[in-house]
């Protein structure tokens, strides 16, 4: 039987795109709690099928699939531009297929603005109307209004008109910046690329006997089997080593592997290898937050999916300087630092690149030392130590140790974390240089 998380979610999905989602409606409906409700909401906002909009609430969005992470919904660009909703709320759901910026004649401006596609333009009301009139969205800088006809307009069409305080050019360079990040999202392989399906597999139930392990073994060839209960939920793994020499009218459920490794969709592949690698395991469960099975993953679908990955190319700030903006102090001494692991931090594998890393501790090491009034660094040598590597929006605590300091030199220890479990050490020797 389904949990009432998993009923909620099912719901959720069923909902007509654009609908409005609200923890306090969805419990009344449900006669859930408003916790369940919420933690519910949140999934599915994690899965990409709700959004959340300041001063909008949460609406059903269409989910969006890997091949057109390049379009934005105009709910992702109010996110973006921080922008507020004057008319056509109905349609935040759409998705734009261009942005163009009114900067030209109202003649030569209409020639180019088509259905699905954003104007962006300051306060031209004609402008606006007829953009509306045309099936396009209009994004209206400097923080103007425009008229209660066309709100009324938009409102018909279901097309959002959108204003925002940030200037033309500004507002055009954020709206680039989201698509590239989305771009490189869009390279990374995850686990839900290359699983095996759920209906798909061959698996065992907790109360089969082992002799139906030799059956699936003759029919799919195959030595190492998810076991699940009647409700699909993932029980345990069972092996060749499970079996061998045991009595054949033995259940699985007594003989199987117990808390298997198991991962979730949206996993990186990276991630998967050193699993497998530093585990010794051949396959991995793929399950979903209720750890119910959704498919199955191999060493050779995973080395498959690292031969295909090409490098991805880096364009815009320095990593230097994404890593600076990107550290804050999590106390008032700095001996702790946090950061995000951003888009344009990760490698072609999507996880955390080793010289992002590196920078992360020079930077990390560097502001503790300014702290103390030791002055800069300048790094002499550093040994990094990687212990686990580290997917893309994961949240990283740094914690700078200074082991020994003298009037020209400094010697740190770092230690990096993740949810409270160490990924990745550094040692690093350097010269300072008097502030």
């Not at 056509?88 to 020639?111: C, P, S, V, W, Y």
């Not at 065992?204 to 699909?232: A, G």
């Not at 117990?258 to 290898?273: D, H, L, M, N, R």
Request: glycine share 6%; net charge neutral.
């Amino acid at each position: 039987m389904a949990t009432k998380h998993e009923q909620i979610l099912k719901y959720i999905y069923s909902l007509k795109v654009g609908s409005k989602i609200s923890v306090r409606q969805l419990a009344s409906d449900l006669q859930v709690s408003d916790g369940t409700a919420y933690r519910a909401i949140k999934e599915a906002e994690n899965q990409g099928f709700v959004s959340t909009i300041e001063r909008v609430g949460t609406i059903r969005i269409e989910r969006k699939q890997k091949d057109n992470f390049e379009k934005l919904t105009y709910a992702e660009v109010i996110n973006i531009v921080d922008g507020q909703v004057l008319g056509g709320r109905d349609g935040l759901h759409k998705t734009l297929n261009k942005f163009l910026i009114g900067a030209m004649q109202l003649e030569a401006m209409m020639q180019y603005t088509e259905p699905d596609s954003l104007l962006i333009v300051g306060n031209r009301v004609r402008a606006h109307e007829l953009a509306i009139e045309k099936g396009a969205a209009v994004l209206i800088t400097g923080g103007f209004d425009t008229e209660d006809s066309i709100k009324k307009l938009a409102d018909e069409k279901q097309l959002p008109i959108i204003s925002t305080s940030y200037d033309t050019f500004t507002v055009a360079a954020m709206i680039n910046r989201a698509i590239y990040d989305q771009l490189i999202k869009k390279e990374i392989v995850f686990v839900q690329d290359i699983l095996t399906p759920y209906d798909q597999l061959y698996y065992l139930y907790t109360h089969d006997k082992i002799e139906r392990w030799y059956e699936l073994n003759q029919i799919s060839m195959h030595t190492r089997f998810p076991v699940v209960n009647e409700n699909k939920r993932l029980c345990g793994v069972v092996t060749s080593k499970d079996i061998i020499g045991k009595d054949k009218s033995l259940t699985i459920e007594k003989v199987m592997t117990k808390s298997p490794q198991v991962v979730q969709e949206k996993t990186s592949i990276a991630y998967v290898a050193h699993m497998m690698v530093w585990e010794g395991i051949e396959v991995i469960p793929v399950v979903d937050t209720s750890y119910n099975l959704i498919g199955l993953v191999s060493r050779q679908d995973v080395l498959k999916a690292l031969q295909e990955i090409q490098r991805q190319p880096q364009v815009g700030d320095t990593i230097d300087d994404i890593v600076a903006s990107n550290l804050k102090a999590i106390n008032e001494e700095q001996t702790a630092f946090e950061t995000k692991v951003l888009p344009q931090m990760t490698n072609q594998l999507g996880t955390l690149s080793d010289g992002v890393f590196t920078a992360i501790i020079t930077e990390a090491s560097s502001r503790a030392l300014l702290q103390m009034k030791k002055g800069n660094l300048v790094v002499e040598t550093i040994t990094v130590s990687f212990i686990k590597p580290v997917q893309i929006e994961s949240t990283l605590i740094i914690k700078p140790k200074i082991l020994e300091t003298g009037r020209i030199y400094a010697k740190i220890d770092v230690s990096v974390y993740h949810e409270d479990k160490i990924v990745g050490k550094g040692l690093l020797m350097a010269q300072l240089i008097d502030r």
